[in-house]
């Protein structure tokens, strides 16, 4: 049977489980330095913006350094735990980004699911 080349799979950092990448959910790692207004002093000004940060990217579609994860609740947690998702993207992810990339990680699993009704709290 033929492959069905237009469907790309990736791979969940965490349980190693090959899926269509429209199954798994990207993180992104957002470069420090901005590549537009480069001529501007805006980002030296901008402390925000001289950090590099992780950012779940629910398009698909931003750029940067991406890893997947498959919306298993289990999965961010052992990617925390087990540094993975660090090692895909070659960089520290502090224990704030971890919390607030959880909560993401959550509400968009929770409307994935759209059968479930539940109500996240952060
Ligand atoms: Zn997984």
Redesign the pocket.
């Known amino acids: 049977m033929p492959a069905p080349r237009k469907q790309p799979m990736r791979t969940?950092v965490?349980?190693k489980?090959g899926a269509d990448k429209r199954a798994l959910v990207r993180f992104v790692r957002v470069a420090s330095s901005l590549p537009a207004d480069i001529n501007s002093n805006d980002a030296a000004l901008n402390p925000m913006a001289d950090l590099s940060s992780v950012r779940l990217d629910r398009s698909g579609r931003m750029a940067g350094r991406g890893a997947y994860?498959?919306t298993?609740k289990g999965?961010f947690e052992k990617a925390r735990k087990s540094k993975a998702l660090e090692r895909a993207l070659r960089c520290p992810i502090p224990p704030a980004d971890y919390d607030r990339l959880a909560l993401e990680f959550l509400n968009l699993c929770a409307t994935e699911h759209d059968s479930v009704g539940t109500v996240i709290h952060g």
Do not use: N
């Open positions: 969940c965490a349980c489980t994860l498959c298993q999965c």
